[in-house]
Every structure is written in C-alpha cells, then in structure tokens.
C-alpha cells in the first residue's frame, strides 16, 4: 500500500463523511480475510470510494465500465484503485479472467449484477453475467444493499448532507449440481441473488423485485454467519 494511496483514501474518506452521514453500523459483517464475491445494487458514483476507503486495508476490487478509462483523471484513480475495466454489451472475457484472479487471491470482488447506475435507488433486472463469476470463483457471495443517497447532488446543491446506509445480508454459495446451466437457470440464479439485495433495502426501493413473496431460493445455500 503507497503512500500515495493513502493519503488519497484518507482524502476521500474525509470528504465522504463531510458530505454524508454514513451508517456503519454493519460495515463490520464484511469479512476481514478470504476470497468474498460482494454483491450490491449500484445507484451511483459515490458507492466505489465509500467501498474502498471504508473497508482498508482489505484489497478490494470491481468492474468499472471501461469508458472511465479514456480520461486521464478517472483512469488514474481507478488504476490507484485496482479495478477491472469492464466492456459492456460483450462477453468481456478479460475482465471474467481478472476477477477470477482476483477471488483466488483471496480479495474481494464487487459486482454489481444490474450492470449500471440506478439513480434513483430502484432495483432493476440483474444480469446473468455474475453467475460465471459465482460458480466458477467458489467463493462465498455477500450481498450488501445501498440506499439513502439518491438525492446526493440535489442535497449537494441545496448544502445538505445525505444519509449513506448499508446493509449486509447473508452469505451464501452458488450451486447448480450436476444439471446443465440453461439461459433460464442462469436468470433464474442471478433473480436469487438480487432477491437477497432486494431484502436489504425499504419496500420501495427493491423496483423489480418488490415481489418478495414470489421469491424462490433454489440454487443458494446459505453459510454460516
């Protein structure tokens, strides 16, 4: 860890909590050791330095949308920041390899399976693209769910602080068994996932998954907390 990188946490950190009011009440359940697949839902850009600077000295990585690479600036911090750069709309297989890489190195990779910001803190759709992540990484998936900070740049505007909370559910595996992972069980098994987000966060912001009751835990098995 450089100085460098640091000094420019502490920066951020600072700045962070200048700004919001951060419930970490359960920042503590994140594992301090061992591969963790981190599963969120992404409603804005304030998420990846809230992640980084509150979870030091765990390495921890994500996808980042590769465009964020084509300025110097954004380029820089991510590259500070170890994270994938990610070409959406395609197999990126590179970035598949990379996080995998990741995992059995024992970091934490974040992903967030709707695959772009929210705004507005509703839920949509998860992609099936985390599943390859899920059974081939075989490590433990954590979801964690954000709200509270959808009106960041209205209260920035209006000099006012925004409540940034986050919950952590329960850890649990992937497991598919010995069938054949179909395009429907592949939707199927990232529905789960975002289910146990969906579980984390008030009534209105769980957007497409708002139907708890129609929830089905077939492929999830639950671990010990």
């Given at each position: 860890m450089t100085l460098t990188y640091r000094i420019v946490n502490a920066i951020f950190k600072r700045i962070l909590r200048i700004l919001c009011r951060v419930d970490d009440s359960q920042w503590h359940k994140i594992p301090e050791?061992?591969?963790?697949?981190?599963?969120?839902?992404?409603?804005?850009?304030?998420?990846?330095?809230?992640?980084?600077?509150?979870?030091?000295?765990r390495p921890l990585t994500g996808f980042v949308k590769s465009e964020n690479w084509d300025k110097p600036v954004s380029r820089w911090l991510f590259e500070m920041w170890n994270a994938i750069p990610l070409h959406r709309g395609q197999a990126d297989l590179t970035a598949v390899r990379a996080g995998l890489a990741a995992l059995a190195d024992g970091q934490i990779l974040a992903v967030a399976p709707e695959g772009t910001r929210t705004g507005d803190g509703r839920l949509r759709?998860?992609?099936?693209?985390?599943?390859?992540m899920a059974l081939k990484g075989k490590?433990?998936?954590?979801?964690?769910?954000y709200f509270g900070h959808e009106m960041f740049w209205q209260n920035i505007r209006r000099l006012r602080r925004t409540d940034f909370r986050l919950r952590v559910g329960r850890?649990?595996?992937?497991?598919?068994?010995?069938?054949?992972?179909?395009?429907?069980?592949?939707?199927?098994?990232?529905?789960?996932?975002?289910?146990q987000i969906a579980q984390l966060l008030p009534p209105e912001n769980r957007g497409y998954y708002a139907d708890l009751d129609a929830a089905t835990e077939?492929?999830?098995?639950f671990l010990p907390e």
């Open positions: 050791t061992g591969p963790l697949l981190l599963v969120v839902n992404h409603v804005n850009f304030i998420e990846v330095p809230m992640m980084i600077t509150h979870l030091i000295p759709q998860g992609h099936p693209g985390i599943v390859t490590a433990p998936i954590l979801p964690v769910a850890p649990f595996m992937l497991e598919m068994g010995d069938g054949r992972v179909t395009k429907q069980i592949r939707q199927q098994m990232v529905d789960e996932i975002m289910v077939s492929y999830i098995r």
